[in-house]
């Protein structure tokens, strides 16, 4: 059974940074599109950034462009989000999800992912 398990979240300042864990379990990450989505209380849920393991290639919604970063270490088949210069408005909780094949130069909705971890909770005080 596949699992995707988070970590890494946490309560911060605004301007604060966190790094986000994503480890997979009998899922080959390097083969496949791995996104980041968060999902705010009375919102739907947002893709962030994903990327694809075999070239490399991440993409990322607007909002969090220049400083959010994705990546990920296929020895440790773990994907990674660096989120800096944290505001208030990207508390949310923060999901890993994973479908099969490139990205296809973009993030995607939720519904094109086919597994999911549990989720972690990203909280900015402003």
């Known amino acids: 059974q596949v699992q995707l398990v988070e970590s890494g979240g946490g309560s911060v300042q605004a301007g604060g940074s966190l790094r986000l864990s994503c480890a997979a379990s009998?899922?080959?990450?390097?083969?496949?599109?791995m996104g980041w989505f968060r999902q705010a209380p009375g919102k739907e849920r947002e893709g962030v950034a994903a990327?694809?393991?075999?070239?490399?290639?991440?993409y990322y919604t607007d909002s969090v462009k220049g400083r959010f970063t994705v990546s990920q270490d296929n020895a440790k088949n773990t994907v990674y989000l660096q989120m800096n210069s944290l505001k208030p408005e990207d508390t949310a909780l923060y999901y890993c999800?994973?479908?099969?094949?490139?990205?296809?130069?973009?993030?995607?909705?939720?519904?094109?992912?086919?597994?999911w971890g549990q989720g972690t909770q990203v909280t900015v005080s402003s």
């Open positions: 009998r899922y080959t990450i390097r083969s496949n599109c």
């Open positions: 990327i694809y393991g075999g070239g490399g290639s991440s």
């Open positions: 999800a994973a479908r099969g094949g490139p990205c296809r130069f973009r993030i995607g909705n939720a519904r094109e992912y086919d597994y």
